[in-house]
């Protein structure tokens, strides 16, 4: 069983994944955004609802990369958990460090009471635990079982376990289920810019829909590991699996919606199948016909995503604090953002409100790059 060498594809494919989540979580102006680069309201979705599944499920091929690797070495399993278990709590902290700072200096708000508990990084730190035991423990066969056990479980919960006033399958904001736990284990300590009071889109039981989506992941990481295939037939596989994912989402979809706040079982299928296509498309052109080198920077982003996340958390928060007593056209002195002094006197000047802001987004994009590509030169690669 030959030795799966680093698929240069995959890091492109995270990289495409941070840059875009980068560029969709840090536009010039929340209220001049184009409509793919927010989320769906509700049901239905856009780009940016693509992005945070892509990143469980590239997580999940990776972990088949690693753990197939140190298996085969002899590693033993409790090593393995033990470790897992340190680089989920440390993301999980990451993600609470993110969502708290600057903790309340510099005049900011911060309460124990009512911070934030679960998040993005939160909720990849649980799944990658929660994944780790179900590769360590499961054959293949095993994780199919869990993984098609989770989406149907998860879909059952939703359809027919009844809320408090508002009865069984109630999928609205309010009514549904995963808002309801949410409320009774998270109160309190919710987003606050969720479609519903103490509802988190990162919350308790849709976390089950986030759990199959890196198990996705990890069943095509065996694919790329362990099929006696050539990298040709390898795409067209992927492809067809890819596209077989999206019929059956796209079907799912007339009895549970495709759904990001929820994570619904059909959202989870659906974006599989956009993930294993677009991938395929990156392994065709990278690692198949070996053209590297427009995706060098690409790679350069997905080698260091964390770091990358961490520095957007952490400078936005500082720059939005960075302030200076400007005159403004009307005469009046205001103490005003660095962001709103390059919005106003360049980017307004001359684009419209809607691509003013988007080019805030990439200038911001280019920022993060300039360290990563710093990091990349030293060979500097942030690994938790």
């Excluded at 536009?27 to 940016?48: C, D, E, M, R, V």
């Excluded at 989406?151 to 408090?164: N, R, T």
Aim: proline letters at 4%; aromatic letters at 18%; charged letters at 10%.
């Amino acid at each position: 069983m030959a030795k799966q060498e680093r698929l240069s594809s995959l890091d492109a494919f995270r990289g495409f994944t941070i840059a875009g989540m980068m560029l969709v979580n840090n536009p010039g102006s929340w209220g001049t955004i184009y409509p793919q680069l927010k989320h769906a309201a509700w049901n239905g979705w856009t780009f940016t609802d693509f992005i945070f599944p892509f990143f469980l499920w590239i997580m999940g091929v990776a972990m088949t990369m690693s753990f197939a690797g140190r298996m085969e070495r002899g590693d033993a399993k409790p090593a393995m958990i033990a470790q897992a278990a340190r680089r989920g709590a440390t993301l999980f902290l990451i993600g609470i460090f993110l969502s708290t700072f600057p903790f309340g200096l510099f005049g900011t708000h911060f309460s124990l009471e009512t911070m934030r508990i679960p998040g993005v990084l939160q909720r990849i730190g649980i799944c990658y635990f929660l994944a780790t035991l179900i590769y360590l423990y499961t054959t293949v066969r095993g994780q199919i079982a869990w993984l098609v056990g989770l989406l149907s479980a998860y879909w059952l919960m939703l359809a027919f376990i009844p809320v408090p006033g508002y009865g069984a399958g109630d999928l609205t904001p309010m009514g549904s289920l995963a808002r309801y736990i949410d409320t009774m284990f998270l109160e309190g300590h919710t987003w606050h810019g969720a479609p519903a009071p103490g509802f988190d889109p990162e919350g308790v039981i849709s976390t089950l829909g986030a759990l199959a989506t890196t198990l996705f992941g990890i069943l095509i990481g065996h694919y790329l590991r362990y099929r006696d295939h050539s990298k040709e037939e390898r795409v067209c596989w992927m492809f067809t699996a890819g596209s077989m994912l999206l019929l059956a989402g796209a079907a799912f979809d007339m009895w549970m919606p495709i759904n990001k706040n929820l994570w619904t079982s059909s959202y989870a299928v659906f974006m599989a199948g956009f993930a294993t296509c677009i991938f395929a498309l990156f392994y065709f052109i990278i690692d198949a016909k070996g053209y590297k080198r427009w995706a060098t920077p690409l790679i350069i982003y997905g080698m260091n995503a964390i770091f990358v996340f961490t520095l957007s958390g952490v400078a936005g928060r500082l720059l939005g604090l960075t302030k200076f007593n400007v005159q403004l056209s009307n005469g009046l002195w205001e103490w005003v953002s660095v962001q709103r002094l390059v919005m106003d006197n360049v980017l307004l000047r001359l684009f419209s409100p809607l691509n003013a802001s988007l080019g805030w987004a990439i200038l911001w994009d280019l920022f993060l790059f300039f360290f990563a590509w710093l990091m990349w030169r030293k060979k500097w690669f942030l690994k938790v």
